[in-house]
């Protein structure tokens, strides 16, 4: 991101967002966080000196236009008299300040879906509003580079919460982390924008605008599945295991307060895996969502993420009466290389974990069960091989 000094004979660098306007609504709640910024973290020092001001947004933002265009040497001292002024001016609480937005109304609605806590529903809002408002980037940033101790500091400030809630916010177990929602540098020194990534930046644009259904917002994460063009018929040389796995899929779905229920279904390319998933699920009348395996640029997704949204899918579709198809899971169980552990060897607690507890039961598809670690295997209620078939079907 370019920028520069401001003044009367300067030039201005602003940085293009995806959004070119935030919701109006924010106005307020954006110059309350901008003046505790510079006012009470002291991040005026770099804001303005005697020569002028160093971001055009924090400028426009608080409505210091006047003073940038007519920069004085006695212009410092009026402007940072003003800044305190409508520093004690704004109300301390956060929630004095009401918000009617797209933002906030979907941001709860997930927050049900998921079983997001008030502060993380806080705290997203805040990384998605710093994801798309230049001005309040370019406030954190005079805070110069932080630990991520000194980012928590900040960021509870902000929340008005205590720096222990915050904290929680990132433990390895919470939602925003455990779906891959966001993901946090907690060892190096960073610009405050660094430190806290949001993985998902489609879900983010989703979020902004109205949506229909909460499912909506990530629909490139997982997708539902409809259609199936095969017949029992067509796997009469497997009827036993249909017939056992149809039954099995049955008694499970009927018990709501058990967990860890999984199917693996391997064998080669064409031997019709992905139709059988499919056909389960038609046969039992529910619904089939499948673990994306690109991204809304049709980009392949990366294992890491890959894994993360079958997690995501699981806290989606845990009251709903439907199947997970996870396919192509080599991607996971087989990525690594001759000196290089895979995706799943690196991840072995949390999936074993999931495979006792998930609570939406999930067909797992692969070419090859070799490449899998016996440790996971053990957990998979059924294994399942599904031959070549005859050559009449």
């Known amino acids: 991101m370019a920028k520069s000094r401001y003044h009367s004979k300067g030039p201005i660098y602003i940085k293009s967002t995806s959004h070119s306007l935030v919701d109006p609504c924010y106005q307020q709640l954006l110059q309350k966080w901008t003046l505790q910024i510079l006012i009470e973290m002291n991040g005026h020092r770099q804001f303005i000196d005697n020569d002028g001001f160093e971001h055009m947004t924090v400028v426009q933002l608080l409505g210091l236009e006047e003073y940038a265009l007519d920069f004085k040497p006695n212009t410092k001292k009026i402007v940072l008299k003003k800044l305190i002024a409508d520093y004690k001016g704004q109300e301390k609480s956060l929630e004095s300040i009401p918000v009617d937005s797209e933002l906030r109304t979907n941001l709860l609605l997930l927050a049900e879906k998921i079983e997001l806590s008030s502060i993380e529903v806080k705290a997203l809002e805040f990384w998605i509003l710093l994801e798309i408002t230049p001005a309040l980037e370019d406030a954190l940033d005079t805070l110069g580079k932080l630990s991520f101790t000194g980012y928590v500091h900040i960021l509870s400030k902000l929340l008005n919460e205590t720096e222990q809630d915050i904290k929680r916010i990132f433990s390895s177990e919470a939602i925003l982390i455990k779906l891959g929602i966001i993901k946090a540098d907690k060892t190096s020194k960073r610009h405050f924008d660094s430190i806290v990534e949001i993985l998902n930046h489609t879900a ?190």
């Open 204 to 393: 983010v644009e989703r979020l902004l605008d109205k949506v229909d259904s909460i499912d909506e917002i990530f629909v490139d994460t997982i997708k539902k599945v409809d259609g199936c063009n095969l017949t029992r018929h067509d796997y009469r040389h497997i009827e036993k295991s249909f017939n056992f796995s149809l039954d099995y899929l049955k008694s499970v779905m009927n018990d709501e307060s058990s967990a860890g229920h999984n199917i693996l279904v391997y064998g080669s390319s064409g031997t019709g895996k992905t139709e059988f998933a499919k056909l389960l699920t038609k046969t039992l009348g529910v619904e089939l969502y499948e673990v994306a395996s690109n991204d809304a640029d049709s980009d392949t997704l990366r294992p890491r993420l890959r894994w993360k949204a079958f997690v995501t899918a699981q806290s989606l579709l845990r009251k709903k009466q439907s199947l997970i198809l996870f396919d192509e899971i080599e991607d996971i169980f087989n990525d690594g290389g001759l000196f290089q552990s895979s995706t799943a060897d690196g991840m072995k607690a949390e999936i074993n974990n999931t495979l006792e507890n998930n609570s939406v039961p999930s067909i797992w598809i692969t070419n090859d069960v070799s490449v899998m670690d016996q440790a996971f295997l053990r957990r998979f209620d059924i294994v399942l091989e599904m031959n070549v078939p005859p050559r009449s079907h």
